[in-house]
């Protein structure tokens, strides 16, 4: 029995195949091409002529994909959005789409509406909820819209509202209409909620693309009867159903499938990953072998968001980042010639001096042709490599929680070009299949499940609330294909809320289950 994972980078679309032992049987990296669709074909086609092996023998096939971060930074390809926010008047002041970019704003449409509706924080009616209201805003949407975004004044309270208005979407609209309910997406802060809400809407037609796209190119290669999942940005796998309804949990699965195969490759739960890909590279943290979220808000593609996302700092330095000498100093990146490196760099025959040059010519990788970049002169090199060095000493001190030495785990294909000492690291760890740590993250990942919801201890006792978050959090697991006798409690986080006199908590529970 095997298992199929490709990742999509910026650089290259990596694929990998394992059996059922999690042993890396064969591995290849190619291109990422301009469309995705054709890399992903291309590469599966690859892996699975190389390998040889009996395509009725795969079980599982696993894609993440840059497709949704690419369609939001682009501003292609997105559905028409309608917003619905429960809350007039008293939100008001602060219209939906506010501090959005104008051209995304009009690639969604803007269309919006203030209905009557939302709680207080303690749960009292914020203002009269209107069916009849609800209705002939949907009515007058019908045709206009492609997606519904529905947000609710502290729905992470109580969400009944926003669900009572997705079936009214569904019988106004009809039931292929897709609905996004705030509660189910966002944390605590209306703005930011509303905000991914709407991109979550906004993503519903490239994710089905995407996933159509996947298991076509399965079907042509004879993979009939794999379970297929995609990943998402906590380091874990969804269903291609439950990635349907939330496509925004794609957004970062990237750098988390490396750092979910960097630990497998390493061996080790806790340490710092850095992933060097051919732009960019990616520092993250290993927190009992899962990335660590951040607490922050994120800002996707110049949208305010509070949904889950990994804690990464992302810089652009990588493999294929261009080398320039301005006035007598030495710049690197941000631009890089990315999936043209093997066209562009000098290494290759190319006229672009890349870092990738620099390392080949100082003698620290074995790539391409060495007599090429033989003329660069040697001081100017190593001012290069140590300026590579100064940015990604800077990185990994940005992601620091103590002023201790950290173990590096690296990974990319990137990596080549990164300095093997360097300042506040005490040991980095390097394994020969770090190249395609992220398909193999990809392929070994569990299912996770992750409730949040604003309790009331003083209504209901904090054992109870706790019981009810973790047996909501497995039912999302459930729906994301998790085997219900694996699942298990592995986060609960509990911030309670200062302002409200009821002792008020804001309660998170995550959990993991093994595939079915």
Request: glycine share 10%; proline share 3%; charged share 25%.
């Amino acid at each position: 029995m095997y298992k199929v994972g490709i990742d999509v980078g910026g650089t290259n679309t990596d694929a990998i195949i394992l059996d059922e032992g999690l042993n890396l049987i064969h591995q290849v990296k190619m291109p990422t091409s301009e469309d995705i669709e054709s890399g992903i074909v291309s590469s599966l086609k690859r892996v699975l002529e190389e390998a040889g092996i009996d395509r009725k023998k795969v079980t599982h096939a696993m894609l993440g994909t840059t497709q949704c971060t690419n369609a939001i930074v682009e501003r292609k390809k997105l559905a028409k959005v309608g917003v619905i926010r429960l809350g007039y008047p008293a939100t008001a002041s602060v219209l939906p789409y506010t501090a959005w970019p104008k051209e995304m704003v009009s690639a969604l449409t803007g269309e919006y509406r203030l209905a009557g509706g939302g709680y207080e924080y303690d749960g009292q009616v914020l203002s009269s909820f209107s069916e009849e209201e609800i209705r002939s805003i949907l009515k007058e949407w019908k045709g206009k819209v492609e997606a519904i975004a529905v947000v609710g004044v502290f729905s992470s309270l109580k969400n009944d509202q926003e669900l009572r208005v997705a079936d009214l979407v569904a019988e106004v609209m009809g039931e292929k209409t897709p609905v996004s309910c705030s509660s189910l997406i966002g944390s605590v802060g209306l703005i930011e909620r509303e905000n991914a809400t709407i991109l979550n809407s906004a993503l519903f037609k490239v994710i089905a693309a995407t996933s159509n796209g996947f298991e076509n190119a399965l079907r042509e290669e004879g993979i009939t009867d794999a379970q297929v999942f995609l990943c998402q940005n906590d380091g874990t796998l969804m269903s291609i159903e439950y990635a349907r309804k939330f496509p925004i949990l794609t957004i970062a699965c990237g750098p988390t499938n490396s750092i979910r195969g960097a630990s497998y490759l390493a061996g080790i739960k806790d340490a710092m990953v850095l992933d060097v890909g051919g732009t960019t590279s990616d520092i993250g943290v290993l927190t009992a072998g899962f990335p660590r979220e951040s607490a922050l808000a994120v800002d996707v593609g110049g949208v305010r968001t509070n949904f889950r996302m990994p804690d990464i700092v992302s810089i652009g330095l990588g493999g294929g980042s261009i080398v320039r000498n301005v006035n007598n100093e030495v710049t690197i990146g941000p631009d890089s010639v990315g999936y043209r490196i093997t066209e562009e760099a000098l290494v290759f025959g190319g006229g672009t001096l890349t870092t990738t040059d620099i390392a080949v010519r100082l003698g620290v990788a074995e790539i391409g042709n060495p007599e090429l970049v033989k003329h660069i002169d040697e001081e100017f090199a190593q001012q290069a490599y140590a300026k590579i060095a100064a940015m990604t000493e800077e990185a990994i001190d940005k992601m620091k929680t103590s002023n201790n030495d950290a173990t590096v785990v690296l990974v990319g294909g990137g990596s080549i070009i990164i300095p093997r000492q360097l300042k506040g690291v005490k040991e980095i760890i390097h394994n020969e299949n770090g190249a395609v740590a992220n398909a193999i993250g990809a392929s070994i990942s569990q299912i996770s499940g992750q409730y949040e919801q604003i309790y009331i201890y003083s209504q209901t006792p904090r054992d109870e609330a706790r019981k009810d978050a973790e047996e909501r959090a497995k039912q999302q697991a459930i729906l994301a294909g998790a085997k219900v006798e694996t699942i298990e409690l592995v986060e609960i986080e509990e911030i309670p809320l200062a302002y409200h006199p009821g002792n008020a908590t804001r309660l998170r529970v995550k959990v993991v289950g093994e595939l079915t």
